[in-house]
């Protein structure tokens, strides 16, 4: 498997402020890391594959630039939330894949008040 | 397109009852994966079972089974002796070709157990 961490686990922050989450492979290189968000009561949406050394690929609908990603080692991705607004406040989940496995991390709770 | 129906939206049952959730899904590949993951309260999802296309054997694991059938394109899963800490949301999921690229997700089943 893997072991995904996630900080922080719970944020709250005014509208208009940013926001970073970090999403970390603690015993394993990940050059591909995924992050995702679920709004309550729904299903996990992908909005993003996070590549070690390169551009983020992001899903249709997703604002690049207000989700930045920042895959910078094969252990850290780090999702920033620009601007943040209230519609923004979600559920955000980062994984990381191993052996056609994805492991997902606990989740960062964002609130946009 | 993928795509992933779990159409039992919630579920509730009393303990030690067996219970089974249903994923149907999609594809036009010929190769792909399936999976089961578990989202209880707390949040984070922890993964179950990984099937791939091409093995159609029935898997056990404790009082968790799964069957995959391709013909009716399901891969169910049962709780046998269903136990309050079971509770939780219950995703099923498709993976394309290349792996767990891709992920789809269906919109989860919430079970409920009852003590």
């Known amino acids: 498997g893997a072991v995904v961490s996630q900080h922080p686990s719970r944020v709250i922050c005014k509208s208009g402020t940013s926001v970073k989450i970090e999403c970390r492979s603690l015993d394993f290189q990940a050059t591909t890391m995924f992050w995702y968000r679920q709004f309550p009561k729904k299903s996990l949406m992908l909005m993003a594959t996070s590549n070690e050394g390169s551009k983020a690929t992001y899903e249709q609908g997703v604002e690049k630039d207000k989700f930045l990603i920042n895959h910078a080692s094969l252990t850290l991705s780090t999702l920033t939330v620009t601007s943040a607004h209230p519609e923004d406040s979600s559920f955000y989940i980062c994984?990381?894949?191993?052996?056609?496995?994805?492991?997902f991390g606990p989740g960062t709770r964002l609130t946009v008040l | 397109a993928q795509k992933v129906t779990q159409a039992q939206t919630e579920i509730s049952v009393v303990e030690k009852e067996d219970v089974t959730l249903d994923c149907v899904y999609e594809t036009r590949d010929t190769t792909y994966y399936l999976f089961w993951y578990k989202q209880p309260p707390s949040g984070e999802l922890v993964f179950l079972i990984r099937r791939n296309s091409f093995d159609e054997q029935n898997e056990i694991s404790g009082r968790y089974s799964w069957n995959f059938q391709k013909s009716t394109s399901s891969f169910n899963f049962t709780i046998t002796a269903s136990q309050v800490v079971d509770s939780a949301v219950y995703f099923c999921?498709?993976?394309?070709?290349?792996?767990?690229?891709?992920?789809?997700f269906g919109k989860g089943t919430k079970l409920s157990v009852i003590p």
């Open positions: 999921a498709l993976g394309s070709g290349t792996g767990s690229y891709q992920l789809t």
């Open positions: 994984s990381v894949e191993n052996w056609d496995t994805q492991y």
